[in-house]
């Protein structure tokens, strides 16, 4: 079964702290995403890549960096962890930007 | 960039009846439309999707349509069962570019 798996389904952070959230996927995708799901707001695009070591901003990535080493890691850092970063973060990857995603369980992210 | 409406927001159907959710994009250059089911606590998963060379796709009980002209596409759920209850995300991209989701549509199918 193909999967995305992203390290932790809960995480509780103070405000100040830097954050990392890491998603793996085991399907050899090229491409891999980072949104944002809230109440109301639908899923929001932080950031994409299309290849190692290449990334993309979407429509949202202010507060949020990422990394791609490796094909198969996407990691999302918050260098300043705040309030209104509260969220659900749901990593995913395709075979190509416009084909089906699969998602992972997603990372329910407090910050206090 | 592309822009994707999407109603209604919540959706209450008695079992057995239909469910038609609708979207708008507003890129005439989008090709490729999804569906999305995310049961409550678990992740968003594919559920169907149509390209723009399509105008109908049915898998079962769910089937969506397209209309390029007018720019909007529909989910259908035929005899709709508990299990459907959900919220519904539909999403659209042009070549090349990431998909672009609508706001989503709970769906309570009650028994």
């Known amino acids: 079964d193909v999967k995305v798996t992203q390290s932790s389904r809960y995480l509780v952070k103070r405000t100040g702290e830097k954050v990392f959230l890491e998603c793996v996927q085991d399907m050899d995708h090229e491409n891999m995403f980072w949104y944002r799901q809230d109440p109301g707001l639908g899923l929001r695009l932080i950031y994409f890549?299309?290849?190692?070591?290449?990334?993309e901003k979407g429509d949202i990535p202010e507060g949020y960096s990422v990394s791609r080493e490796k094909k198969e890691r996407f990691s999302l850092i918050l260098e300043s962890a705040s309030t209104n970063q509260t969220s659900m973060y749901l990593c995913?990857?395709?075979?190509?930007?416009?084909?089906?995603?699969?998602f992972g369980s997603g990372t329910r992210l407090t910050v206090v | 960039g592309e822009n994707v409406e999407q109603h209604p927001s919540t959706l209450s159907v008695q079992e057995g009846d239909s469910a038609v959710i609708k979207c708008t994009y507003s890129d005439s250059a989008s090709n490729y439309f999804p569906w999305y089911k995310q049961e409550l606590g678990k992740r968003p998963q594919l559920i169907i999707d149509?390209?723009?060379?399509?105008g109908e796709k049915k898998d079962q009980r769910i089937a969506v349509t397209l209309n390029k002209t007018a720019k909007h596409f529909s989910l259908h759920i035929t005899e709709t069962q508990p299990e459907d209850s959900a919220v519904y995300f539909c999403?659209?991209?042009?070549?090349?570019?990431?998909?672009?989701f609508g706001k989503g549509t709970r769906l309570s199918v009650i028994a």
């Open positions: 149509i390209r723009s060379n399509v």
């Open positions: 995913a990857s395709s075979f190509g930007l416009n084909y089906g995603y699969t």
């Open positions: 890549s299309y290849d190692v070591k290449m990334k």
């Open positions: 999403a659209a991209s042009r070549r090349n570019t990431p998909l672009v």
